[in-house]
């Protein structure tokens, strides 16, 4: 058995290791193709991890959050496109989705006469930008939805 770790300020990684119960030894073991000196360099921030080893990392550790967070915050082009999808629970994300699905259905109108003619005049660009705002908005609940399946998924839970 391994020892347990008493570092401060854990990676996201480490943490995610050691939630799931495993030493860095069980979890090289699971990874398969990762060494545990290479998961120490992950968790102690001496190396940055590869797509790959983050996908293994979310199976292994049963947390599809992880994906999400690697794109949101380490990859350079998912910095710029990929939100940070925070952890809710389905009550929340089904409210926040239904109160966006409520705004656009009021903003439906207004985006089909800025859209209808092809051009987005520049009278008609702070409207656009807010119909936008909130497609984004709706994007990232559906993301959650997603994430809050996965997880529940992940963790074995069928049932709500």
Avoid at 133 to 159: P, R
Wanted: hydrophobic share 35%; with cysteine; aromatic share 4%.
């Amino acid at each position: 058995m391994g020892k347990k770790s008493i570092k401060e300020n854990k990676n996201i990684y480490q943490i995610s290791r050691e939630e799931a119960g495993m030493t860095r030894s069980q979890a090289s073991e699971a990874l398969v193709f990762m060494s545990d000196s290479r998961i120490e360099k992950i968790e102690s921030e001496k190396c940055e991890p590869h797509p790959d080893e983050i996908l293994a990392m979310a199976k292994a550790y049963k947390k599809p959050g992880l994906c999400n967070y690697y794109c949101s915050n380490e990859c350079p082009i998912g910095q710029l496109h990929v939100p940070e999808i925070q952890s809710k629970g389905l009550a929340q994300i089904t409210l926040e989705m239904l109160s966006t699905i409520n705004t656009l259905s009021k903003q439906k109108d207004r985006l089909v006469e800025i859209t209808v003619d092809g051009k987005v005049s520049q009278d008609e660009m702070d409207d656009f930008i807010r119909i936008k705002s909130e497609l984004d908005k709706m994007t990232t609940s559906v993301e959650s939805l997603k994430l809050w399946i996965d997880q529940m998924v992940a963790d074995g839970k069928w049932l709500i």
